[in-house]
């Protein structure tokens, strides 16, 4: 069973920044979807940010939550299947379990979820 493991979450001042990276254990063929989602108490999870490769001629599509537009950005290194979340300007509001998830069209995938937390 392919896994997704998850690194970089912590604590941080506000203004600060992290680098959230995911990479699955095992091989997954396919990939069409990696993304960010993230879950503070009390609250539903929430998409963050996510990446869909649409084909050649389009290249990838990015999505950001509203919220962290222009302090967030999603990347990709499709040779290992990872993806990474880097997180500048933190807010306290941004703290949460963050959530990595790839997608192959068939079947999804769930890391085990990195905390994140953000002091003011």
């Known amino acids: 069973q392919v896994q997704l493991v998850e690194s970089g979450g912590g604590l941080v001042q506000a203004g600060g920044s992290l680098r959230l990276s995911c990479a699955p254990s095992?091989?997954?063929?396919?990939?069409?979807?990696m993304g960010w989602y993230r879950q503070a108490p009390g609250k539903e999870r929430e998409l963050v940010a996510v990446?869909?490769?649409?084909?050649?001629?389009?290249?990838?599509?990015?999505q950001y939550a509203d919220s962290v537009k222009g302090r967030f950005t999603i990347a990709t290194d499709n040779a290992k299947n990872a993806v990474y979340l880097q997180m500048n300007s933190l807010k306290p509001e941004d703290s949460g379990v963050y959530y990595c998830?790839?997608?192959?069209?068939?079947?999804?995938?769930w890391g085990q979820g990195t905390p994140v937390t953000v002091s003011s």
């Open positions: 095992g091989r997954i063929f396919g990939i069409n979807t």
């Open positions: 998830a790839m997608n192959n069209g068939l079947v999804g995938y």
């Open positions: 990446i869909t490769s649409v084909d050649i001629s389009s290249g990838d599509i990015m």
